[in-house]
């Protein structure tokens, strides 16, 4: 083999080697980085991650929150209108936290409630998470089909929120 | 009738975009001097034209036309008047509208400032010029007219999101598109030399003032919008690894890269195909980053326009842009370099680790930005990719462009000796290590990650000062080029030690008061006044008091809001900051701590409010800063201005 072409060789096996290195690197980055966006139909179902920590998202359950005369600490329902989960939080709400609002929290479960160490609340009149919105949609279509026998009508729309 | 004038100029734009890139080509593969010379009248008319449409759009947000569309959608009676006018470039419409006037002013630049290049070479680079605008303005007029008429007339606009009404809003798209758009110039010289076939060193040199102008905006406008976001979102933080940040991200990591093997290309001849693919890299990622802001592909605070369709126009633009030239780059370029050789420790050598870095740096937040989408579209899940993942591997990648950065410039072309390193040591580390001593026997509360940024920041600063010095005291003097170089590389150095300073030492603290309650946070003391009513121009506000004691003197009085605006009913937390350089103390108001429960609620005089101090958050924009007053100073080389013949020209960058 001549030099050139073992020159070559050896430029084009590093360059596959050190492409390989940086796929395996990002590939196991992202893999850590998976979140799971938990509905309490899964929460019920005990559908969840096994290092306990994930996000919850749902509606904010009307009447639901619940906190005493000063105190950060607050207490709220998530549903998906199928199931629902309690949930507690001390902190600041987000802006456009409410009642028969979307949100998502994240924490871990302790017992039958989840402990939620950050709320996020959708930014603004017209955004909604993407991957909330399709949560939810899941959620309901298994609900049909449950229910497609019982030939129960059922209104796509509770609550008035608008499907983008 | 004036929104029509602006569609009617629109239109005549396309057209002559038509013209400024179909004539000059041709004529430049022709050799017809009377087709090239189109060109230049080509794209003053093209700016002029855009420039009026702009101007209509504006004047028809400052008289409130709510019969156009885009003005009842984006503005309000109640809306003051700086915002009207800022409002053109609120949403989608508008914002291409401020592109396509972008590029033509940059446009306009070249054909002004570049009397002293060859007619081929010129009428090549305002053609390229001009396809973009053509992708550019028809994708404004068939997908998105800014002049759409809104019949009947609303009564009244749906008022501008509340985000951005804000002056930090009013610069930072423009610097931001000055930036994207600025790195077509440098793509326009890349392809046009690829056409010529010739490719020689020149038409780097006359491209580089260029890329150095772009960046320098680019800068500026990451920098703005860090700062806009910092204070405005309420959340204390300057950076989320948002899509939309990333997209304008991307492009400055690698027009980083492009500025650094347009020196060795330019001085070395080495890197020259390289540099070719950077100056398309750079452009197709400006490019992305619009598509990324503006499609809402990726759910973000900024996609403020959400249009599946305007994204599909996007995506087969940016295929025609990016294949076409990588298409043209893999036919025309040739494959020998003749660039001269260089030892394993060189300048070349480093440079190359730079543009390794950079692109790999530029590569990997690509990855992440897409990966959401593609592991949904692959169905392997959804993923969300955030600040931990990019956070890890940006610093794996800088680490080491920290480390080597003061040894650049002491590095000799060609070939360098170990040993010359050793006055740069001895300095660098030496002051290192004081500062490190200094830090341990002052700081408070210090990690190892404070330590570090403080021991890295001194290592580049040190490096840098000690190279300056070296070199005043052989030449007396320093040229643009050297002393931007400098500048910009100080500003890393100031940048590392405010992000690892703020991000070890800052504090947050969700606290809850009642007026005359107080509550002491990393020494100071936030003392609770209460909230009050108070009445904006288009909201209505909670504004609440806070004293702030350090010990027992009151150095702070801070008043944050929570506004609600009259359209749209929209909640916004205005946060108080009392800046300074060694610390921000940051208050956000919450709410009102009402007991709450079986649907009954007891009001209450008590706040939540989220309280942070941000130890040297300032060093970070002031770092920023730096680095685009090297990016302008560099480009102000006169060396630039003198591309060929001896005689006087014009400036090169004043754009």
């Known amino acids: 083999m001549n030099p050139t072409r073992k020159r070559r060789l050896w430029t084009v096996a590093l360059t596959l080697l050190a492409a390989a290195a940086a796929a395996v690197m990002i590939t196991l980055a992202l893999q850590a980085n998976r979140s799971y966006l938990v509905t309490p139909s899964q929460v019920l179902a005990g559908d969840i991650p096994d290092n306990g920590r994930f996000r919850l998202g749902g509606i904010v359950k009307e009447a639901s929150v619940r906190r005493s005369e000063g105190s950060l600490d607050v207490d709220f329902v998530i549903t998906d209108r199928l199931e629902d989960v309690a949930v507690r939080y001390s902190g600041v709400l987000p802006d456009l936290f409410r009642e028969g609002q979307s949100v998502i929290t994240e924490g871990h479960l302790e017992g039958q409630r989840f402990i939620a160490d950050e709320v996020m609340a959708k930014h603004d009149e017209t955004y909604r998470p993407v991957e909330l919105e399709k949560a939810l949609i899941e959620a309901r279509e298994k609900r049909d089909a449950e229910q497609a026998d019982d030939k129960q009508t059922y209104d796509k729309r509770p609550n008035g929120d608008a499907v983008q | ?655």
């Open chain 2, 1 to 655: 009738m004036i929104p029509e004038l602006g569609q009617v100029a629109l239109i005549l734009a396309l057209l002559v975009a038509i013209l400024q890139f179909a004539l000059p080509l041709w004529g430049a593969q022709r050799g017809n001097a009377a087709l090239m010379a189109v060109a230049r009248p080509a794209a003053y008319a093209q700016l002029s034209l855009v420039l009026l449409a702009f101007v209509l759009l504006s004047v028809a947000f400052a008289r409130q036309d709510f019969s156009v569309l885009y003005v009842a959608n984006n503005s309000n009676s109640l809306l003051p008047m700086h915002y009207r006018i800022t409002a053109v470039w609120g949403a989608h419409e508008g914002s291409l509208l401020l592109w396509a006037l972008v590029l033509s002013l940059w446009t306009g630049a070249v054909a002004r400032f570049s009397r002293s290049l060859p007619p081929e070479v010129i009428s090549r680079v305002l053609a390229v010029l001009g396809l973009v605008a053509i992708g550019f303005i028809s994708f404004m007029l068939f997908t998105s007219n800014p002049f759409e008429r809104l019949l009947p007339a609303a009564v009244e606009g749906r008022d501008l999101n509340p985000l951005l009404q804000d002056p930090g809003f009013i610069i930072h798209p423009p610097m931001i598109y000055m930036g994207y758009v600025g790195f077509s110039v440098a793509f326009a010289f890349a392809i046009a030399s690829m056409l010529d076939g010739r490719m020689d060193r020149a038409w780097v040199r006359w491209s580089r003032p260029w890329t150095n102008v772009a960046w320098a905006f680019q800068t500026l406008g990451i920098v703005l919008g860090s700062w806009w976001a910092y204070y405005e979102l309420g959340w204390g933080g300057w950076w989320f690894w948002d899509p939309v940040e990333n997209g304008s991200f991307m492009p400055w990591l690698v027009g980083t890269a492009l500025l650094h093997s347009q020196a060795v290309t330019e001085k070395r001849g080495s890197f020259r195909n390289w540099t070719l693919l950077l100056a398309i890299a750079a452009f197709s990622l400006s490019l992305l980053g619009t598509f990324i802001v503006r499609s809402g592909v990726l759910t973000s605070v900024h996609s403020f326009a959400a249009d599946p369709a305007r994204g599909v126009f996007i995506l087969v633009f940016l295929a025609i842009i990016v294949g076409g030239s990588l298409l043209l780059y893999a036919l025309r370029t040739p494959p020998a370099n003749d660039g001269k050789p260089f030892a394993p420790l060189s300048r070349e050598t480093l440079l190359m680790i730079n543009n390794l870095l950079f692109s790999a740096a530029a590569a990997m937040v690509l990855i992440g930005t897409l990966a959401p989408l593609l592991f949904e579209a692959l169905n392997l899940g959804r993923i969300s990719v955030g600040p931990p993942f990019f956070g890890l591997q940006f610093g794996i990648l800088m680490a080491p462009v920290v480390l080597l950065m003061p040894f650049g410039p002491f590095t000799r072309w060609q070939r360098e000796y170990a040993n010359r390193y050793l006055p740069l040591l001895r300095f660098a580390l030496t002051a290192a290590v004081l500062a490190l001593v200094l830090a341990w026997l002052l700081g408070d509360a210090f990690t190892l990650k404070s330590y570090a940024g403080v021991g890295l920041s001194i290592w580049i600063i040190a490096g840098t000062l000690r190279y300056a010095w070296q070199r005043l005291k052989s030449t007396a003097s320093l040229n643009g080029e050297t002393a931007g170089m400098l500048l910009a590389h100080l500003g890393l150095g100031v940048f590392v030690a405010g992000v690892l300073l703020v991000e070890s030492l800052g504090v947050e603290r969700d606290v809850a008061l009642a007026p005359g309650a107080s509550s002491e946070i990393n020494g100071y003391r936030f003392e609770f006044q209460g909230v009050e009513r108070v009445q904006g121009p288009n909201y209505r506000a909670d504004r609440g008091d806070l004293r702030v004691f350090d010990g027992d003197r009151e150095i702070a009085r801070l008043h944050p809001e929570k506004r609600a605006y009259a359209s749209g009913g929209q909640i916004m937390t205005e946060a108080a900051i009392d800046p300074a350089l060694h610390r921000d103390l940051y208050v956000a108001l919450g709410e009102r701590l009402d007991a709450r429960g079986d649907g009954a609620t007891v009001e209450t005089n008590s706040w939540s409010l989220r309280v942070y101090v941000k130890p040297f958050v300032r060093l970070i924009w002031l770092g920023g800063l730096l680095m685009m007053v090297g990016g302008f100073v560099a480009a102000a080389d006169r060396r630039f201005r003198r591309p060929r013949a001896e005689r006087p020209e014009e400036p090169a960058e004043a754009a």
